[in-house]
T-cell receptor
Framework: QVQLVESGGGVVQPGRSLRLSCAASGFTFRTYGMHWVRQAPGKGLEWVAV??????????ADSVKGRFTISRDNAKNTLYLQMNSLRADDTALYYC????FGGGNWFDPWGQGTLVTVSS | EIVMTQSPATLSVSPGERATLSCRASQSVSSNVAWYQQKPGQAPRLLIYGASTRATGIPARFSGSGSGTEFSLTISSLQSEDFAVYYCQQYNNWPPWTFGQGTKVDVK
């Protein structure tokens, strides 16, 4: 079945780094744009970053630009998010989500999320 | 950046009743709006895309309408499993892709 499984979350001190992964299965990963979306505790959904199906385009939210890097390995059906210079307000549940037809459309499927807590 | 504003913040409805959720865009987004359902402890689930097309496996009691700046999601007869938070999202002008702040549908 279609599945996205995130990993790599945890507790990290402010200013440190973390790399999230998202393993895809059950669909043609290489034809989907892939997004990261986060949700702070008790809050709504915030788009973070996207990478086009072939890696040709990447976009970031202003809140993470210059600190986060999105990448993918289509041979391994895996999406990544390198997060540097982490801040307390980066604390959130991070979801990966697919967008068919390249990347610019609605988000489906979604993973179950991995929790990132930035705290000293 | 396009701002999506949902109303009301909370909607209290009895099982079997009809629920209508609203979403307004700060500028026209054509019909490029999706709706998601999120239950506690779960990931969001796609309900509607293209403002009115139900995603695969979504029951017919869910319907979406609207274009331009005004959109709505209607649940024709609320079932117990429909009590959740609902988000609208625009994917017309990006980046960024933007979500509304959510409407919580709870039991009256």
């Amino acid at each position: 079945q279609v599945q996205l499984v995130e990993s790599g979350g945890g507790v990290v001190q402010p200013g440190r780094s973390l790399r999230l992964s998202c393993a895809a299965s059950g669909f043609t990963f290489r034809t989907y744009g892939m997004h990261w979306v986060r949700q702070a505790p008790g809050k709504g959904l915030e788009w973070v970053a996207v990478i086009w199906y072939d890696g040709s385009e990447k976009y970031y939210a202003d809140s993470v630009k210059g600190r986060f890097t999105i990448s993918r390995d289509n041979a391994k059906n895996t999406l990544y998010l390198q997060m540097n210079s982490l801040r307390a307000d980066d604390t959130a549940l991070y979801y990966c989500a697919g967008a068919e037809f390249g990347g610019g459309n609605w988000f489906d499927p979604w993973g179950q999320g991995t929790l990132v807590t930035v705290s000293s | 950046e396009i701002v999506m504003t949902q109303s009301p913040a909370t909607l209290s409805v009895s099982p079997g009743e009809r629920a209508t959720l609203s979403c307004r865009a700060s500028q026209s987004v054509s019909s490029n709006v999706a709706w998601y359902q999120q239950k506690p402890g779960q990931a969001p689930r796609l309900l509607i895309y293209g403002a009115s097309t139900r995603a695969t496996g979504i029951p017919a009691r869910f319907s979406g309408s609207g274009s331009g700046t005004e959109f709505s999601l209607t649940i024709s007869s609320l079932q117990s499993e429909d009590f959740a938070v609902y988000y609208c999202q625009q994917y017309n002008n990006w980046p960024p892709w933007t979500f509304g702040q959510g409407t919580k549908v709870d039991v009256k």
